[in-house]
Nanobody
Framework: QVQLVESGGGLVQQGGAQRLTCAAS????????MGWYRQAPGKQREFVATITRDGSISYTNSVKGRFTISRDNAKNMLYLQMNNLKPAHPAVYYCPARSSGSPYWGQGTQVTVSS
């Protein structure tokens, strides 16, 4: 089992920056990849970024050049640095962790960007 706790969300102004944090605990050794997804009310959860065990990183096109995913293996932490945020409906950001079975999900942290 893997437990994930996201934090760092809140209200931020257009063009501002926010850093999200995900604390992982439990069977960390089983994790092959971690990432960030977001979900706005009434919409499907969508992929934002991912980082694999070997350090490979990918982003959805809409955040390339603005968001940076990183991790601190010693602290079992995952981060998402979000810069130049654009106005959008509030979204809950999640940091799923993938192992051999179904991915683990945390409770998410909400980010609201005001115009």
């Amino acid at each position: 089992q893997v437990q994930l706790v996201e934090s760092g969300g809140g209200l931020v102004q257009q063009g501002g920056a926010q850093r999200l944090t995900c604390a992982a605990s439990g069977s960390i050794f089983s994790i092959n990849a971690m990432g960030w997804y977001r979900q706005a009310p009434g919409k499907q959860r969508e992929f934002v970024a991912t980082i694999t065990r070997d350090g490979s990183i990918s982003y959805t096109n809409s955040v390339k050049g603005r968001f940076t995913i990183s991790r601190d293996n010693a602290k079992n932490m995952l981060y998402l640095q979000m810069n130049n945020l654009k106005p959008a409906h509030p979204a809950v950001y999640y940091c799923p962790a993938r192992s051999s079975g179904s991915p683990y999900w945390g409770q998410g942290t909400q980010v609201t960007v005001s115009s």
